[in-house]
């Protein structure tokens, strides 16, 4: 498992790469490179922004200054189930801070931030069009409107029995 | 070289023209409180909102001026101290006043400020805003204490001038800002305990050398 992750870093990086060498070396050109980066493979890694700082000849810090400056930019990867709060007026009205909250609590992250399994990754956004369901949250592509802290337990809970059912009736496809 | 004569407080000042209006200020014993400028600034970031003074019942803030003759300024009224009082709240408001434990204690810049504007280190009418991380201890050989950082930027800008581009930057944006080693750089890049410029300018010991 750990060598497989190793290894898809590994060939992010390397494409990542022969990407940037195509762009110019001046300052204007950090951004662009950046957005192309996250176009590609959806996050900033570590290593993804000190290949740009390389590339430019500045400081590692700077890159990482101008990047985290900008909400487009996320630093780390999105899980299998990304989950959106949002928190536009309506949502904000409704208590859609809670909902954050509650998520972040019972997954150990914070918004912006994936868990260590990859399973989960929490994001804030503003409005997803459905504000008479306040406050809303996003699991994927799925809506889930009229949310309430003691439905953020449930939800997860059904994600990973679903992953357990799956796993199970592979496994038992294999057996056959 | 040109010579203005301009007038602080009712006191006749003569003083090269084009300098800075808080450098003649100060260089004259009048002092006005200030985080962010320093002595040679090319171009003050004027981001600290402390170094107001009045200038034909204008407040302005005063390292971004520029001397020229018949200047008339007074640094002590009470249109300028109210300006100040509140910039300096709000800057306390995001500051973790814990000054027993606090290396700064007593060569503190803020603490100096605030007894000069007589305003008490913690604001009761202003919520506290901390941020959660309380100390970022990404880099080798320094510390950083957000909640002590009042964001002057001068480790930044000492930092450019020694090493012609800066090793820490401010990071993220509005009341989530923090200065930032951002810890991935190679230890070669870095000139580690050999330069603590940005320990010393710091008015708020904010980095700190690792104990």
Redesign the interface.
């Known amino acids: 498992m750990d060598e497989t992750i190793l290894a898809e870093k590994e060939a992010m990086l390397e494409s990542i790469r022969s990407d940037v060498a195509d762009f110019g070396k001046e300052r204007r050109d950090l951004i662009p490179i950046l957005q192309m980066i996250q176009e590609r493979h959806a996050y900033l890694s570590p290593e993804a922004i000190k290949t740009v700082a390389e590339h430019l000849d500045i400081p590692t810090c700077e890159v990482f200054g101008v990047a985290t400056f900008y909400n487009q930019f996320r630093f780390h990867p999105p899980g299998r189930h990304p989950i959106k709060v949002c928190l536009g007026t309506a949502c904000h009205v409704r208590a859609g801070d809670i909902i954050l909250e509650n998520f972040e609590r019972k997954l150990g992250i914070r918004d912006g931030e994936t868990t260590s399994d990859k399973e989960f990754s929490i994001e804030r956004v503003a409005c997803v069009g459905c504000c008479a369901l306040a406050p809303v949250a996003l699991v994927g592509e799925t809506v889930h409107g009229k949310m309430a802290p003691s439905k953020v337990e449930g939800l997860l809970l059904r994600i990973q029995i679903e992953k357990e059912k799956a796993e199970r009736e592979r496994r038992e496809e294999e057996e056959k | 070289m040109k010579l203005v004569n301009l007038s602080i407080n009712d006191k006749e000042i003569q003083a090269e023209e084009g300098m800075p209006l808080l450098q003649v200020c100060l260089d004259n014993d009048i002092y006005v409180p200030n985080l962010c400028y320093l002595e040679g600034m090319e171009e003050p970031h004027a981001s600290c909102r402390l170094c107001f003074v009045e200038i034909e019942g204008r407040p302005v803030a005063s390292c971004t001026v520029k001397v020229r003759d018949a200047l008339v300024v007074r640094t002590d009224t009470e249109q300028v101290r109210r300006l100040q009082r509140t910039a300096l709240q709000f800057l306390l408001s995001t500051h973790h006043v814990n000054c027993k434990e606090c290396p700064a204690n007593k060569k503190c810049e803020l603490q100096r400020i605030a007894k000069f504007l007589k305003v008490g280190l913690k604001p009761k009418h202003l919520e506290q805003h901390l941020k959660d991380i309380e100390t970022d201890d990404s880099h080798p050989v320094l510390n950083y204490y957000p909640n002590r950082c009042v964001l002057c930027g001068k480790c930044i800008y000492v930092c450019r001038k020694k090493h012609g ?9 509005g009341i989530h800002t923090v200065i ?3 810890g ?2 190679d230890m070669e ?1 870095l000139p580690g305990k050999e330069c603590l410029a940005c320990v010393k300018i710091c008015p708020v010991s904010a980095i700190t050398l690792k104990a």
Not at chain 2, 165 to 173: G, I, M, S, Y
């Open positions: 581009h800066a090793l820490l930057t401010f990071a993220k944006r930032s080693f951002y991935k750089e890049r």
